[in-house]
């Protein structure tokens, strides 16, 4: 199933199954959310449209009935058509003739009010010598346009101008737009008027809800008139059935290409209308991937709490006793049988471990320990030998004062010498023994050597092996004194960088280490070759193993550097 060498960690697996599975659920969410609005929407666009279509008829049945009236007055020329009795009034010279035909007008224009409520208003107006006859029949609110109509048209306006059958003109008044329908029959002009509160009373009965606007454009888009104010709006006929933004607003556009007047007629609905129809499922759903989410949340806790973490904890123990930490152990809270039995059976397995390197180390211990009190005897009569030679050397020269205080830093130097090589001894005690085995040999030198140290207060209580710093002062003793009249030893302490480590350096001015040590040829001698050089590196070895480093140099006389792991005495960090 998976590629050879391909691993896993099991972390890594969960956490990305379980995001891969609240991924999956947002997109099923977001999904269904768009599913449904879309279809939501579209059920809504259709019974707008359909609302809308049933308002077309309406409106469209109201135009072409004038249309009707208008092609039979015209067309249709029989007695007591339109056509026929205008003829009459401006031709028949008999006054009798005259008035009846015109009280045959005032009664077709009183009545054409009655075929439908969307006509605001009928005026017919008689082009005659004398200055012309208007005739009239509209609602109390359409008085004031009549009257300006009456003026304008009186004056051969542009409206006069059109005897078109298949459009409307679009004319305004105050705050109020009308559409007129100008019929002229010779020096005739039939007016009818529609207002644009017929039209959107009409549209409103298509409205989704209240806030609907409803609307009329022209072919450019450019707004007729609206029941809402509407800013700088560009409404075409192409963007039918989509969402157009106006303002800061998203609406729904919905209408028809009306084919007597040539405009728009339509409804827009608010977007947030729409959506807001939607709140209730839109909760419900939303309730539903809060659940879930918790759902999967506590699983997914669950899972940590119980299966994750007992494996991230076991991987770490694993680690620590991998480093060496054989006193950890698997502790598993968890109240599934397979791992407690799993941890169980691990830190059984750990225990005997524990138990054979325990009765391991003691033996390599004992074994430590002999070599250690093997080397402490290879150097201590060594010591012991020069000692008693600067004693006889004094009693040679009678100098009996000489010799008590020689005796009394042999005593003291003896105490150290005979301290258990195995032990860990402060670093002030080891400067103390240094002091005392100046003293001896400042007097076998009469005072030619002298010793310089350079030693920070904290590391004064530091741990360090003993001797380790005596045996190569004295080796610079012996070596660099032979070669020069003074003889000068520099001892300096100081800490590595990461305070994890402390550094010696015992520098002498003679002329330095022989090549055949500088290329740590001493790590490979036997004891019996350079004894004090290979009993520090052996005992550096046994206590340290590889956490200690000696190095050999030449710097204008010998220079050794010893490193080794900074134990402060209060820590109790041995090693």
């Not at 709490?305 to 054989?326: L, S």
């Not at 201590?380 to 000692?387: D, E, L, S």
């Not at 005072?447 to 004295?474: A, C, G, N, W």
Request: charged share 25%; hydrophobic share 40%; with cysteine.
């Amino acid at each position: 199933m998976f590629k050879e060498g391909r691993t896993f960690s099991f972390k890594k697996m969960v956490s990305s199954f379980w995001l891969i599975v609240y991924l999956v659920t947002v997109l099923i969410y977001v999904f269904t959310q768009i599913v449904i609005t879309r279809q939501y929407t579209n059920n809504i666009e259709k019974n707008i449209k359909l609302s809308v279509s049933a308002s077309e008829k309406a409106i469209e049945n109201s135009l072409e009935m004038i249309d009707m009236y208008l092609y039979q007055s015209y067309y249709i020329r029989t007695p007591g058509s339109i056509f026929q009795l205008c003829n009459t009034y401006l031709n028949d010279e008999d006054y009798v003739d005259r008035h009846a035909a015109l009280q045959a007008l005032s009664h077709i224009v009183q009545g054409v009010q009655s075929w439908t409520d969307n006509v605001s208003f009928d005026m017919l107006y008689i082009a005659s010598e004398d200055n012309g006859t208007w005739l009239e029949a509209g609602d109390n609110e359409s008085f004031t346009v009549r009257e300006a109509l009456k003026q304008e048209l009186s004056t051969d306006s542009v409206y006069l101008s059109d005897s078109s059958l298949g459009r409307y003109m679009v004319y305004e008044s105050g705050d109020s737009k009308y559409l007129l329908r100008v019929m002229k029959f010779d020096r005739c002009y039939c007016i009818i008027g529609l207002s644009q509160k017929s039209i959107l009373d009409i549209l409103a009965n298509a409205r989704y809800n209240q806030n609907d606007i409803c609307f009329a454009s022209d072919e450019n888009g450019d707004l007729i008139f609206a029941s809402s104010k509407i800013s700088d709006a560009l409404i075409k006929p192409e963007n039918d059935g989509e969402y157009v933004s106006i303002g800061d607003s998203s609406y729904l556009q919905v209408g028809y290409q009306s084919e007597s007047t040539g405009y728009y007629f339509g409804i827009l609905t608010s977007r947030s209308a729409i959506e807001g129809e939607l709140l209730g499922t839109r909760i419900l759903f939303m309730v539903i991937l809060v659940i879930t989410t918790i759902l999967l949340f506590t699983s997914r806790l669950f899972v940590k709490r119980f299966v994750e973490d007992p494996i991230t904890g076991g991987i770490r123990t694993m680690h620590e006793i991998e480093q060496g930490d054989f006193e950890s152990s698997i502790n598993v809270k968890t109240p599934i049988t397979d791992f407690r039995i799993l941890a169980d059976s691990f830190n059984h397995m750990i225990d005997k471990i524990k138990a054979l390197k325990i009765e391991k180390y003691e033996s390599e211990l004992d074994g430590q320990k002999a070599t250690m009190q093997y080397l402490q005897l290879q150097i201590k009569p060594h010591f012991y030998a020069n000692m008693m030679n600067i004693i006889y050397s004094l009693a040679q020269a009678g100098n009996f004062e000489m010799i008590q205080h020689v005796s009394r830093a042999i005593v003291n130097y003896s105490r150290y010498m005979f301290t258990d090589a195995t032990d860990m001894v402060e670093l002030r005690r080891e400067l103390e023994f240094l002091d005392s085995y100046m003293d001896i040999q400042e007097i076998r030198y009469k005072k030619q050597i002298k010793l310089e140290k350079d030693i920070p207060d904290e590391l004064i209580e530091s741990l360090i092996p003993p001797f380790i710093i005596q045996t190569f002062v004295e080796n610079s003793v012996k070596y660099a004194f032979s070669t020069k009249k003074s003889c000068l030893i520099k001892v300096k302490v100081k800490l590595s960088d990461d305070k994890e480590s402390m550094i010696l350096t015992i520098h002498d001015n003679g002329e330095g280490y022989p090549e055949s040590l500088l290329d740590n040829s001493y790590k490979n001698m036997h004891i019996e070759g350079h004894v004090g050089l290979v009993n520090v590196y052996r005992r550096l070895q046994i206590i340290y193993d590889d956490k200690a480093d000696l190095r050999l140099c030449n710097d204008n006389g010998a220079l050794t550097i010893i490193t080794i792991p900074y134990i402060d005495l209060g820590s109790h960090d041995y090693i």
